[in-house]
């Protein structure tokens, strides 16, 4: 197990180095727009402008500054923020639990309903039950996340008035995005969950523990469920990565103040340590994600050796 956690963790820094490295690219090279110019408006003084570009070592060769991001991305160091004048890292763990507590709460939304709905489907093949979680599933994976948002917001907050329409702070905040978000993830998981669900029914050990007598509901949670869920978990640790990854139209559009409108904000900005360093940051919570998932996989299913 630790040779295969250590084998996957250094197989994970080329990959950052790549993400680093692209995004480094795309900032210098194909963004367009001057930071200190935005950030100081267009009436400043040309000679305050070329200070500032020189302080913050913009008018030094582009090979110059790359190497010097990632000496000191190698370091944990993922600069200073142009815009604040704060260390990139300590930005983003201030914005983490909101991303956290946002993303935990839709994919708490999405298993509940997701593996339900999938269970219920394929226990129950081609019944009005079947056609409808999974009638239900296609338009949740087809719709827009800020257009239900947006639904949401028109039918619960302003015209039934029981929730609020944006914030961030107490629980009655957190549901509508929740949902919003959780939907589309729900919708996914429904659809693998119901699909393996039925390539296990089918196995002769389903059937021989339906023979000897077993009551239904443990043929299907415990031989049933639990062989079907290597997939389901697959599905579930990419999309937990996805939402960990800043769930940029959501946090938009319920105002919430996590990584997705912190990534935005820098865009707009052109704070290229602030969107370099929430890229690599994001990329490795990805990464630390699937990591966990591969590592589950021996916990569902004993056969697997990771040796």
């Known amino acids: 197990m630790l040779t295969y956690i250590a084998r996957k963790s250094l197989m994970a820094i080329p990959i950052l180095l790549g993400i ?12 367009p727009g001057d930071p200190v110019r935005i950030a100081m408006g267009q009436s400043a003084d040309p000679e305050t402008l070329k200070m500032i570009r020189e302080e913050m070592g913009l008018n030094d060769p582009l090979y110059v500054q790359y190497f010097r991001f990632i000496g000191r991305l190698v370091q944990g160091d993922l600069g200073e923020s ?10 983003i763990l201030e914005r983490l639990p909101a991303t956290a507590q946002l993303a935990g709460s839709a994919m708490l939304v999405a298993i509940i309903i997701g593996v339900t709905a999938g269970v219920i489907s394929a226990v129950m093949p081609n019944s009005i039950w079947d056609y409808l979680f999974m009638t239900l599933a296609m338009i949740g994976v087809s719709m827009p996340v800020y257009w239900l948002g947006l639904v949401l917001i028109l039918i619960f907050s302003l015209n039934l008035d029981l929730l ?25 998981i429904a659809r693998m969950t119901r699909s393996s669900m039925l390539e296990v029914i089918g196995k002769d050990y389903i059937k021989t523990a339906r023979a000897k007598g077993v009551a239904e509901r443990i043929v299907v949670i415990k031989h049933g ?5 290597i997939p389901v978990v697959t599905v579930i640790g990419t999309q937990m990565g996805y939402l960990l990854g800043g769930t940029v139209l959501t946090e938009t559009t319920f105002s919430w103040p996590g990584l997705g409108r912190l990534a935005v904000d820098a865009v707009m ?5 602030l969107i370099q360093g929430t890229v690599v940051f994001l990329a490795s919570v990805f ?13 569902l299913d004993p056969r697997i050796n990771y040796d």
């Open 82 to 91: 142009f815009t604040s004048q704060r260390p990139v890292i300590n930005i």
């Open 269 to 273: 900005k052109r704070d290229f340590p």
């Open 164 to 188: 609020p329409v944006s914030g961030y702070g107490s629980w009655q905040h957190l549901i509508l995005p929740a949902i919003a978000l959780g939907s589309r993830q729900a919708a996914k």
């Open 225 to 229: 469920l639990r062989n079907a869920l």
């Open 287 to 299: 990464i630390i994600v699937n990591l966990l998932v591969d590592i589950s996989y021996g916990f």
């Open 20 to 31: 680093a490295t692209i995004t480094f690219l795309l900032n210098f090279v194909f963004v």
